[in-house]
């Protein structure tokens, strides 16, 4: 090839160049991952995030990583990250490969948003809160003297779209993206990444395949898709883990759920998790290494229930 001929690398290229992330392997077609945001110490509802992705992602002989979600600086809190990833150690769970942080990701980020913008996908708003009164938050079109001081950056949805999600866990799940969520932001008007965009280039520039979260995050899903499919990125598999229910049927409050985990004594909650994921049959172990060989060797993925009741949870007594 000519020397001058400059060749042009896909985005997906750009955004895994320099970055050392190791390429997903053949023996491992699975690659799962936790992505904890450091805006405070792990609770009962991450613990199940945590050991319900490295529980599925060992089941299928895969890998498993460990991601640091601090785009929304103003909502990290210092030193929590360190006590996240302590008390994960705790229970024995440890990323594959080094652990990576959205906050140095800019430049990936910038790379995807200036693509969608070439292509018209993405544009520019200073619609404001109040400007989107009317039509309930949802932006279909910019209002004619928008009141917003600084510029958003949004992704057009186009008229009629729906999105269709089979997750492992929850189902068919399907959202009419222009008319429940509209055209969303992607870079805030206070000049942060907004989430949506952050997870999907992390999880195609870690070859990730499969998403798997609290159930809180399925109506996320759809918009991720449809930015892979805007980004021309890999598609994701999704299990969305069940919701947690107080034993009277109602949703736990976020407060009970938002206990914090104790790592130096981690049986007690990882039997609770082992409960709310529908696996009957307690383990009987004494240290969380042996308590995760014996969980995969025991653990069935069909079992998982679409939402699970503290008032089943035999260890938890009816309490997180
Ligand atoms: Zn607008």
Known sequence: MAPHVKIKPRLWQIMTLNTGFRPITTESRYRGRFAPSPTGPLHLGSLMAAIGSWLLARHARGEWLIRIEDVDTPRCIAGIEEDQLRTLAGFGLHSDLPVIRQSARQEAYRAALQSLLNTGDAFRCRC??????????????????????????????????????DDAVQGHFVQALDRDVGDFVLFRSDALWAYQLAVVVDDAAQQITHVVRGADLLDSAPRQRFLQQRLALPTTHYSHLPLVLD?????????????????????PAMSAVWGLL??????????PEAWLLEAVRRFDPLKIPRSTSTGSCPPCHGRV
Do not use: F, M
């Open 128 to 165: 404001s809160r109040s400007d989107l009164r009317d039509t309930g938050g949802i932006h279909r079109h910019c209002v004619s003297q928008p009141s917003g001081h600084a510029e958003a950056i949004r992704l057009r949805i186009p008229d009629g779209l729906a999105i269709a999600i």
């Open 247 to 267: 034993s009277d049927g109602n949703k736990l409050s976020k407060s009970s759920l938002a206990l914090p985990v104790d790592g130096k004594n981690p049986i």
């Open 278 to 287: 529908g696996q009957i049959e307690p383990i009987k172990v004494a240290s």
